[in-house]
């Protein structure tokens, strides 16, 4: 790298502040389109009292989850009850500093990426450090000393644990297609044709335990409100709450852009016009892509009904880590064939 | 830049791993080995090997050790029993130890002497550990993989017998709700059905009424 290591720094902080701003503001409004989009899917107008159509309704949210008191249980592991919620927000935000948004730009003159850690593995050291959300959530339920916490932990555990190994095997056809780990190459390689076609068994796989893996609806089995009171993370008030929903959309926006870049193509779409334009095209057709990913989400939630927790995990199990190996294998088989 | 952050690293993994032993409650153990692998990632970037450092991340912290405090959290080993300590093994063990240290450290330093270290400057390709696993080294892999899958076997097999001679959970039951997670927390004697009442949660049979009526007294 030639440029100067203070430089380096210097941008690298820049690029850590606006990925950290334009997140959380993300966080925020995707939380206020579910409850209007909800909302609307179920016939209702949804939060309209907070600014005009309700677009300050998360800060009104933010204001009051800053302004509740904060409650710890009387027999609550009292360290590790402090730690889970950090655990799960720090490892959900740490895992989006991989992600290429687009291509290479000047600043103070020098060229870099919309991208906050270009490195080679990407791909590996994103799978690295979801694998580690876990702890949060199964910590959170058991220094909770409550039984619905601990209920829910453990399903969100296990739910988690399983659900990773088909979604890492999901995402080994497209990386042997592209014969790299690197999130760029892999963007890259697919100038020609997007992922999603050669693979789309690997796509749906993907999708499913993607939606397991952030626990959301038709999986959301730890925070099943009917029977756990709010599963996990029933014993946690205030900011502390917070910081787990935070950490659960920031989730569903890292495994956005993931489905992304890995079968969507990344960046790539129709580029024109001058220069400015071209370089912040990309960005554009890379946030359209995870915006469609989002609003999947948030529908889903609107139509779909909960699995049983041992349907959940036969599917996982029984159906979709073993069509993950068999997708594998004739991926390997047909990359083969065609060498 | 290197050693500094070799010595912070391996700092760390030294006293996690000393965390591990002094710690009385097992889960505060099991956390300091995942700061451990934690450290141990991070030497292994140090020394150019990405993908031996994430592959660990996501092998050992990301999935054994959350089996591991699965298993601690399901036996509720919150407090641990205190043994009767034994003089003999006292005064056996740590002779013992510090014999095997020196005696490794005199492999050690035969077999490499004193060649330092290179830290950075050059990055193991993943391409070059397919290389060495599937060509290099393809049949201690393979011996290796078969082993592990006759421990998986094993385990199964084990905990399938068992819940046959309690006569806990029929045979329906069991496949319907076969997952691993039970297999799992069964082959590591957990009581049968103590996750089966709450969290998995079989289709509600009639023969499986006495281990539910048994799983209430075991939730926590």
């Known amino acids: 790298m030639s440029m100067p290591t203070g430089i380096f720094i210097l941008i690298s902080l820049i690029k850590c502040a606006i990925a950290l701003f334009v997140l959380l503001t993300l966080v925020a409004y995707i939380q206020l389109a579910e409850r209007k989009i909800v909302a609307h899917i179920q016939s209702r107008v949804g939060p309209n009292r907070v600014g005009p159509y309700g677009f300050l309704q998360p800060a009104a949210d933010a204001i009051k989850f800053i302004l509740k008191e904060e409650v710890t249980p009387a027999a609550a592991h009292k360290l590790l009850y402090l730690m889970a919620p950090m655990i799960s927000v720090v490892v959900a935000l740490v895992a989006i500093s991989v992600v290429p948004i687009g291509g290479t730009f000047h600043l103070f003159g020098y060229p870099t990426q919309f991208q906050i850690a270009d490195i080679n593995i990407g791909l590996l050291f994103l799978l690295g450090v979801m694998s580690l959300g876990v702890y949060g959530i199964v910590l959170a339920g058991w220094s909770s000393n409550s039984k619905y916490s601990f209920l829910g932990s453990l399903r969100g555990g296990s739910q988690m644990v399983s659900y990773e190994l088909a979604l890492g095997l999901a995402l080994i056809g497209p990386v042997m297609i592209a014969g790299s780990l690197d999130l760029r190459q892999i963007v890259q390689a697919q100038s020609h044709i997007w992922y999603i076609i050669p693979e789309f068994v690997a796509f749906c796989i993907y999708l499913t335990a993607a939606f397991a893996e952030t626990n959301r609806i038709p999986f959301d089995l730890p925070e099943a409100e009917g029977e756990l009171g709010a599963g996990y993370h029933t014993e946690y008030s205030s900011m502390k709450f917070a910081m787990f929903f935070l950490a659960e959309y920031v989730n569903m926006v890292t495994v956005s852009c993931v489905a992304t870049l890995v079968f969507l193509g990344g960046w790539h779409g129709p580029v024109f016009g001058p220069p400015q334009l071209q370089l912040w095209l990309p960005v554009f057709w890379f946030c359209l892509k995870v915006g469609f990913f989002l609003f999947l989400y948030i529908w889903v939630r609107g139509t779909l009904p909960r699995f049983r927790y041992d349907q959940l995990m036969a599917f996982g199990w029984k159906f979709l880590v073993p069509l993950a190996l068999a997708n594998v294998l004739i991926t390997g088989v047909v990359l083969s064939v065609m060498k | ?220």
């Not at chain 2, 700061?35 to 994430?54: D, H, T, Y």
């Not at chain 2, 290179?118 to 599937?134: D, E, H, N, S």
């Open chain 2, 1 to 220: 830049m290197h050693p500094a952050l070799f010595f912070i690293f391996g700092g760390i993994a030294l006293a996690g791993a000393i965390n591990l032993l002094v710690q009385r409650a097992p889960i505060y153990s099991a956390l300091s080995l995942v700061a451990v692998m934690g450290a141990l990632a991070v030497l292994f970037l140090l020394l150019g090997a990405e993908f031996i450092a994430f592959i660990q991340i996501i092998v050992y912290a990301g999935a054994i050790m959350v089996l591991f405090v699965f298993v601690i959290m399901l036996l509720n080993a919150d407090v641990p029993e205190p043994t009767r300590r034994s003089k003999v093994a006292q005064a056996i063990g740590y002779p013992v130890m510090a014999l095997l240290l020196v005696e490794l450290a005199g492999f050690f330093a035969a077999a490499f002497g004193a060649t330092p270290v290179r830290t950075g400057g050059y990055l193991v390709q993943v391409a070059a550990v397919g290389q060495a696993l599937f060509h290099e080294f393809l049949l201690p892999f393979e011996v290796t993989s078969v082993l592990f899958l006759v421990g998986v076997t094993g385990a199964v097999l084990l905990a399938a017998r068992r819940e046959e001679r309690h006569g806990a959970a029929p045979r329906a039951t069991r496949v319907h709700a076969g997952v691993p997670t039970r297999a799992m927390a069964e082959a590591l004697s957990v009581p049968p059905n103590a996750m089966g009442g709450a969290v998995i949660e079989p289709a509600p049979q009639p023969e499986s009424e006495p281990a539910h009526a048994r799983a209430q007294g075991d939730g926590r």
